[in-house]
C-alpha cells in the first residue's frame, strides 16, 4: 500500500516515502537487539547450567572425601565418573569464556579453579 502512494505520487509521496525508510530502520534495530538479546540468554543459559553442575561436582567431591575410607572398593569407579564431571566442568568453563569478558570471565575462570584445586586435593587425600 504504502509503495502504491509513493508511485502514484500521492500528495505527500516525500513524506510517505520518508517514514518508510525510518520505520524500516527501526525495524532492523529491532532485529538486531532481538538477536543481541537471544545471545545473551544464551550465555545466562550456559552460565547458570555451568554454575549448577559445578555446586554439584562440589557436593560428590565433599561426599567422596567423607565416605572414602569406608567404601576403599568402590572408589575408582566414582573417582573414573567423577573426573568426567571435571572434565565437563573446564569444557563448559571454556565455552563460557567465549561468551563473557572482564569480571565474569574472572569470575568463571576462579570457580574453574576451585573445582581443579578440591579435585586435587581429594586425589591427594585418596592417595595417603
Known amino acids: 500500500m504504502i509503495h502504491l502512494l509513493i508511485v502514484n505520487e500521492h500528495v505527500n509521496s516525500a513524506?510517505?516515502?520518508?517514514?518508510?525508510v525510518t520505520l524500516n530502520e527501526s525495524y532492523q534495530d529491532l532485529l538486531e537487539m532481538i538477536e543481541t538479546r537471544l545471545q545473551s540468554l544464551k550465555a545466562s543459559w550456559k552460565l547458570h547450567q555451568f554454575l549448577h553442575n559445578?555446586?554439584?561436582i562440589l557436593l560428590i567431591m565433599q561426599e567422596r572425601k567423607n565416605s572414602i575410607q569406608d567404601e576403599i572398593g568402590h572408589d575408582q569407579q566414582k573417582l573414573v565418573l567423577l573426573a568426567q564431571y571435571i572434565q565437563r566442568i573446564q569444557q563448559e568453563s571454556?565455552?563460557?569464556?567465549?561468551c563473557y569478558a572482564d569480571e565474569k570471565e574472572t569470575e568463571i575462570k576462579q570457580k574453574e579453579m576451585n573445582v581443579l584445586t578440591l579435585w586435587k586435593l581429594l586425589q591427594q587425600f585418596i592417595d595417603q
Do not use: P, V
Request: proline share 0%.
Open 54 to 56: 559445578r555446586k554439584e
Open 15 to 20: 513524506y510517505i516515502a520518508e517514514l518508510k
Open 94 to 98: 571454556k565455552c563460557l569464556n567465549e
